[in-house]
């Protein structure tokens, strides 16, 4: 899922980079957490049990005591969100089980990314109109000039 963006109430989190944002404003959170988070969020309404996000921060093949590293990554996602534990709006605690991501989450719209050919159109035009208002001032055929420089920026593009 790559650029995918998930946002859940006033959060938008990036899933490739992690990055966390609360009204275009970035949320600082550490790596592990911000896994953690995406998982979760990702996940949202479905129970992600505590072996399931160690296996996605450390892997299989890596022996840590996750339990304490875990407690550490809730922790800071649920002071970055600004989450109490006690009455949660993002993640409930699931005893001796996992977690839960409680809040709604949606995909968030993608900006419209511009292609190539669409930037050299713009750039042409916005020269050809440059080029036409001087052109104005020092000729009466304005016509001509016209075509002729919408001919070279077809020829440019096309």
Partial sequence: MPDQQLQFADFRLDIES?????NGRVVPLERQPAIVLARLAASAGQLVTREDLAAAIWGTD????FDDG???????????L?????????IATIPRRGYRFIAAVTAAPQPARRSMRSAVVAAG???ALA????????????????VSLARSIHDAVF
Avoid: W
């Fill in 125 to 127: 035009v916005a020269a």
């Fill in 62 to 65: 890596t022996h840590v005591n």
């Fill in 70 to 80: 875990l407690n550490y990554c809730i922790r800071q996602i649920r002071a970055a």
């Fill in 82 to 90: 600004g989450d109490d534990p006690k009455s949660p709006q993002f």
């Fill in 18 to 22: 992690g990055e966390l944002r609360q």
């Fill in 131 to 146: 080029l036409i208002a001087m052109a104005e001032s020092r000729s009466n055929n304005h016509h001509e000039i016209a």
